[in-house]
Protein backbone atom coordinates (compact mmCIF):
# COMPACT_ATOMS: atom_id res chain seq x y z
CA UNK A 1 0.00 0.00 0.00
CA UNK A 2 2.71 2.24 1.08
CA UNK A 3 4.83 1.01 -2.02
CA UNK A 4 1.73 1.80 -4.03
CA UNK A 5 1.42 5.13 -2.64
CA UNK A 6 5.25 6.55 -2.55
CA UNK A 7 5.24 5.45 -6.83
CA UNK A 8 2.08 7.35 -7.26
CA UNK A 9 3.56 10.22 -5.26
CA UNK A 10 4.70 13.41 -7.23
CA UNK A 11 7.95 15.21 -6.35
CA UNK A 12 7.93 18.89 -5.60
CA UNK A 13 10.27 19.30 -3.25
CA UNK A 14 13.15 22.42 -3.43
CA UNK A 15 16.78 23.09 -3.04
CA UNK A 16 16.00 23.41 0.72
CA UNK A 17 12.67 21.60 1.36
CA UNK A 18 11.07 18.25 1.13
CA UNK A 19 7.71 18.55 -0.06
CA UNK A 20 5.35 15.99 -1.84
CA UNK A 21 1.83 15.69 -3.39
CA UNK A 22 -0.71 13.60 -4.49
CA UNK A 23 -4.10 13.49 -6.44
CA UNK A 24 -6.90 11.46 -5.58
CA UNK A 25 -8.03 9.83 -8.67
CA UNK A 26 -11.43 10.28 -8.07
CA UNK A 27 -12.19 14.17 -7.42
CA UNK A 28 -8.98 15.04 -8.47
CA UNK A 29 -8.15 16.76 -5.10
CA UNK A 30 -4.05 17.63 -4.49
CA UNK A 31 -2.89 17.09 -1.22
CA UNK A 32 0.46 17.67 -0.18
CA UNK A 33 2.93 16.82 2.61
CA UNK A 34 4.11 18.38 4.93
CA UNK A 35 7.34 20.19 3.79
CA UNK A 36 11.07 18.91 5.83
CA UNK A 37 13.33 21.20 6.35
CA UNK A 38 16.86 19.83 4.18
CA UNK A 39 19.26 19.77 6.88
CA UNK A 40 21.62 22.05 4.75
CA UNK A 41 19.37 24.39 3.66
CA UNK A 42 21.06 27.56 3.13
CA UNK A 43 24.29 26.64 4.01
CA UNK A 44 26.58 26.93 0.74
CA UNK A 45 29.43 23.69 0.01
CA UNK A 46 32.61 25.62 -0.09
CA UNK A 47 34.75 22.90 -1.83
CA UNK A 48 34.03 19.98 -4.11
CA UNK A 49 33.70 17.44 -1.73
CA UNK A 50 31.26 19.18 0.22
CA UNK A 51 28.99 19.54 -2.46
CA UNK A 52 29.39 16.12 -3.14
CA UNK A 53 28.85 15.41 1.00
CA UNK A 54 25.31 17.89 0.59
CA UNK A 55 24.40 16.32 -2.27
CA UNK A 56 24.59 12.90 -1.19
CA UNK A 57 22.56 14.12 2.38
CA UNK A 58 20.10 15.52 0.22
CA UNK A 59 19.37 12.60 -1.39
CA UNK A 60 19.10 11.05 1.47
CA UNK A 61 16.77 13.16 3.23
CA UNK A 62 14.99 13.45 -0.13
CA UNK A 63 14.16 9.41 0.39
CA UNK A 64 13.35 9.65 4.17
CA UNK A 65 11.00 12.58 3.85
CA UNK A 66 9.85 10.93 0.77
CA UNK A 67 9.20 7.87 3.14
CA UNK A 68 7.15 10.04 5.89
CA UNK A 69 4.68 11.76 3.42
CA UNK A 70 3.41 8.30 1.88
CA UNK A 71 3.01 7.87 5.73
CA UNK A 72 1.13 10.98 5.79
CA UNK A 73 -0.67 10.33 2.65
CA UNK A 74 -1.56 6.42 3.90
CA UNK A 75 -3.88 7.86 6.85
CA UNK A 76 -5.54 10.43 4.19
CA UNK A 77 -5.60 7.74 0.78
CA UNK A 78 -7.07 4.44 0.57
CA UNK A 79 -6.28 2.28 -2.80
CA UNK A 80 -10.18 0.89 -3.80
CA UNK A 81 -9.87 -2.67 -4.08
CA UNK A 82 -11.91 -2.81 -7.17
CA UNK A 83 -10.33 -0.37 -9.69
CA UNK A 84 -6.71 -0.21 -7.67
CA UNK A 85 -7.52 3.65 -7.72
CA UNK A 86 -5.72 5.81 -4.93
CA UNK A 87 -8.89 7.87 -3.62
CA UNK A 88 -8.89 10.48 -0.66
CA UNK A 89 -11.01 9.67 2.57
CA UNK A 90 -13.87 11.68 0.84
CA UNK A 91 -14.36 9.57 -2.32
CA UNK A 92 -13.76 6.25 -0.20
CA UNK A 93 -16.53 4.28 1.55
CA UNK A 94 -16.50 1.88 4.50
CA UNK A 95 -18.81 -0.25 3.36
CA UNK A 96 -20.02 -3.30 4.95
CA UNK A 97 -17.92 -6.22 3.12
CA UNK A 98 -15.51 -4.46 1.06
CA UNK A 99 -14.77 -0.86 1.42
CA UNK A 100 -14.73 1.19 -2.06
CA UNK A 101 -14.12 3.90 -3.49
CA UNK A 102 -17.54 6.26 -4.42
CA UNK A 103 -17.04 5.08 -8.65
CA UNK A 104 -17.14 1.63 -7.75
CA UNK A 105 -19.37 1.87 -4.59
CA UNK A 106 -21.87 3.18 -7.09
CA UNK A 107 -21.66 0.97 -10.10
CA UNK A 108 -21.79 -1.97 -8.01
CA UNK A 109 -24.75 -0.29 -5.55
CA UNK A 110 -23.24 -0.63 -2.66
CA UNK A 111 -24.15 1.49 0.05
CA UNK A 112 -21.18 3.26 2.59
CA UNK A 113 -20.11 5.78 4.81
CA UNK A 114 -17.35 8.35 4.00
CA UNK A 115 -14.32 8.10 5.68
CA UNK A 116 -14.10 11.43 5.96
CA UNK A 117 -17.45 11.44 7.31
CA UNK A 118 -19.05 14.32 4.65
CA UNK A 119 -22.50 14.38 4.18
CA UNK A 120 -22.45 12.94 0.15
CA UNK A 121 -22.15 15.80 -2.02
CA UNK A 122 -23.13 16.50 -5.46
CA UNK A 123 -20.25 14.63 -7.52
CA UNK A 124 -18.89 15.82 -10.54
CA UNK A 125 -17.24 13.53 -12.56
CA UNK A 126 -13.31 13.95 -14.40
CA UNK A 127 -14.61 13.35 -17.91
CA UNK A 128 -11.86 10.51 -18.38
CA UNK A 129 -13.72 9.02 -15.20
CA UNK A 130 -17.14 8.97 -17.33
CA UNK A 131 -16.85 5.34 -18.13
CA UNK A 132 -20.39 5.05 -16.35
CA UNK A 133 -22.40 8.28 -15.14
CA UNK A 134 -26.46 7.10 -14.59
CA UNK A 135 -28.76 10.25 -13.59
CA UNK A 136 -31.61 8.03 -12.61
CA UNK A 137 -32.80 5.92 -9.51
CA UNK A 138 -30.69 8.39 -7.68
CA UNK A 139 -32.74 7.78 -4.02
CA UNK A 140 -31.41 11.28 -2.57
CA UNK A 141 -34.46 12.38 0.32
ZN1 LIG B 1 -11.15 12.49 -3.69
ZN1 LIG C 1 -12.84 1.90 -7.23
Not at 83 to 106: N, Q, W
Not at 118 to 132: I, L, N, Q, T, V
Request: charge should be negative.
Amino acid sequence: MKQVIKEAMGDCSTIGEFRFLLHCQECGRTWHSSPVRFSKAGTKPETEGMRAVFRTLYERERAAAREKAAAEASEIFSQCPVCGRLVCDRCFLICEDLDLCTACAEALQVRGDVVAGEASSPREFPAEAAGRISTEGDETT
